[in-house]
């Protein structure tokens, strides 16, 4: 299997680890470490994007405005598949990690991974912003 380079060498944790299989005894939660970067990193390339996709609206705004004749078909179906292919990018980046985070120990039969809840929770939100936005 191939999997693209960008997601080879990941910073992103998603708080599992693989063990061997064997009983364990449940022991507290620890806090998991946010880093500054855990924080701004999301909100930068949101912003990046957001940015992206304002600016590409304005300029076809603009281009209706002064154009004599409206938009053709397919230079609408161009742009909405480029919006779509941005989008699809994105949900990509989102899910990939995970499951790359998910292969790395094939040989261990169990995975533990305390505090799941808020991080998939996280993943979810970050997907369905992209998907129905």
Known sequence: M?????????????GFSAIDD????????AAPAISHTDITDPIVERIRTL?????????????????????????YKALLEKDIRAKLKSVEGLILPLLVNLMKHPEKDTIKW???????????NKILAITRS
């Not at 191939?2 to 998603?14: C, N, Q, R, V």
């Not at 064997?22 to 939660?29: D, G, K, L, R, Y």
């Open 114 to 124: 305390p505090n799941r809840g808020p991080i998939i929770e996280g993943q979810i």
């Open 51 to 75: 940015e992206i996709n304002v600016g590409e609206a304005l300029s076809i705004l603009e281009r209706i405005e002064n154009a004599s004749t409206p938009l053709d078909t397919e230079e």
């Open 22 to 29: 064997e009983v364990t005894t449940p022991t507290a939660p």
């Open 2 to 14: 191939a999997i693209p380079k960008e997601y080879l060498d990941m910073s992103s944790d998603f």
